[in-house]
């Protein structure tokens, strides 16, 4: 039977691998021109760490880990005879796999508050998984590029964070993303205006999904929620926000001058899109959207997702949101955070697709040593090692094969020189440099093949 893998995941070939280091260097480069520092967390941890923090909907796409041994031993048999998934879940595994770096990062930083300094600046770069449906560009395993600012409620960072998509998106050639802001408080301030305050989460979660399902099935979610035909006729403008940013914020202030919350949610993201638009941008667009929700739990004020540009077919390649109280549910009150993600597959297929990939090299040696057998192979391994210590990459064919295999192998993998050593070469103690783009041929000592190849 041939092997395969589960369905979410993938295997990356060396130009994948090239490609996808292009990206995650070129974002970390950005991540620490803005200040950040590298952290990194395990990639499992005690299911009550994750559990609850996502939402309802983000609960059932944790991964959980069976519990080492016989991990029925101490499971209640009448849930077992009942199959009661839910109950026997806590029972039989203590541990899932992280879902997201930002609920990790908020149990680092409740861990280790004695060793942070204050605000913390952190930047993490490593895999989450997602029991998920997988589909274009959507996977169940997947790297997330985050950066996190913890212990400061400034609007700085919010207007940096906005700064920083922009540099990392203008350097990887993605010219006209769209970066879309919204604000929690205007969330709960639209939900306090209606009368559905009790229905927060439901009704930012259905909001959430307009773009996907459109205008007529979000109604009908928020219905089956229990809000009312009169609530959502209040919202219809919603629906159709059009205007610049700066009247869709004056829109808003009409439609929340009755809320205290929504007011000062209107004021936060004026102060953060004027501020922007005074400092400019290279190349991306900002934009107001009130439908951004994010069906997430935790955030509190600003909301962002990025739009890849016009015509590429995908959703989301970035995100994030302030979560002033998220440390809280770990005991550390207080404490103010705002973040933002980077999705990395996404931006792979965005850059495959607009043919933004040409520039990355596929790492190779510079140079091949021809193997013509055991003493060739030792002459040459003393030439090697010489030039690896001047950070040359150097490669000696393994075996004495064909001159005609070895050179197609340089061929193939479009190595710049190779070098032939024969028994002639050994008792002169010359090497037989050859230029694979021009042809050309030199005996050179070792001194003079290390200059050469520098």
């Not at 929504?262 to 190349?283: A, M």
């Not at 959703?315 to 440390?327: H, V």
């Amino acid at each position: 039977m041939k092997p395969s893998i589960p369905k979410g995941t993938r295997d990356f070939s060396p130009t994948e691998v090239a490609n996808r280091t292009y990206i995650i260097n070129t974002i970390k480069t950005a991540f620490e021109t803005f200040g950040f520092q590298p952290i990194e967390t395990p990639s499992f941890e005690n299911s009550d760490t994750l559990m609850g923090k996502y939402g309802d909907e983000g609960d059932r796409l944790i991964f959980k880990i069976l519990n080492s041994g016989d991990f029925l031993a101490k499971a209640d048999d009448k849930l077992i005879q009942e199959k009661d998934s839910l109950k026997l879940t806590s029972q039989i595994s203590e541990k899932a796999l992280r879902y997201d770096l930002t609920v990790p990062f908020a149990r680092y930083v409740v861990q280790h508050q004695n060793e942070i300094t204050f605000p913390f600046k952190r930047y993490q770069v490593q895999p989450v998984w997602r029991a998920d449906r997988p589909q274009k560009g959507r996977f169940r395993e997947f790297y997330q590029c985050d950066a996190d600012v913890v212990g400061s409620q400034s609007l700085w960072q919010e207007v940096e964070f906005i700064q920083l998509y922009d540099t990392v998106f203008t350097k990887l050639g993605l010219s006209e993303t769209t970066i879309k802001i919204n604000n929690r408080k205007i969330l709960s301030g639209i939900a306090e205006v209606i009368g559905a305050q009790d229905k927060l989460i439901d009704f930012t979660v259905a909001l959430d999904k307009l773009d996907k399902i459109g205008q007529q099935k979000v109604q009908e979610e928020m219905l089956s929620k229990g809000i009312t035909e009169e609530a959502i006729e209040k919202v219809q403008p919603l629906f159709s926000f059009n205007g610049t940013n700066s009247e869709n914020l004056d829109a808003l202030a009409l439609m929340l001058a009755t809320s205290e919350e929504g007011t000062k949610g209107v004021e936060e993201l004026r102060f953060v899109i004027n501020t922007v638009t005074n400092l400019g941008l290279q190349s991306a667009n900002l934009e107001v959207d009130v439908t951004l929700a994010r069906g997430l739990n935790y955030y509190t004020g600003a909301i962002f997702e990025v739009a890849a540009p016009k015509g590429v077919k995908m959703g989301s390649i970035g995100g994030g949101g302030r979560y002033d109280d998220l440390t809280g549910i770990f005991g550390m009150k207080d404490v103010s955070g705002v973040g933002i993600s980077f999705g990395l597959d996404r931006i792979y297929l965005v850059l495959e697709e607009l043919g933004l990939f040409k520039s990355v090299d596929l790492p190779k040696p510079k140079v091949l040593f021809v193997n013509f057998g055991e003493n060739e192979a030792l002459y040459s391994m003393k030439a090697i090692s010489k030039l690896r210590a001047k950070g040359i990459k150097s490669e000696l064919f393994p075996d004495a094969a064909k001159m005609k295999k070895q050179m197609n192998y340089a061929n193939k993998r479009e190595i710049e020189f190779v070098v032939i050593v024969g028994s002639q070469e050994i008792d002169n103690e010359v090497y037989t440099l050859k230029n694979m783009i021009s042809g050309e041929q030199t005996k050179c000592s070792l001194s003079e093949l290390i200059n050469e190849l520098h």
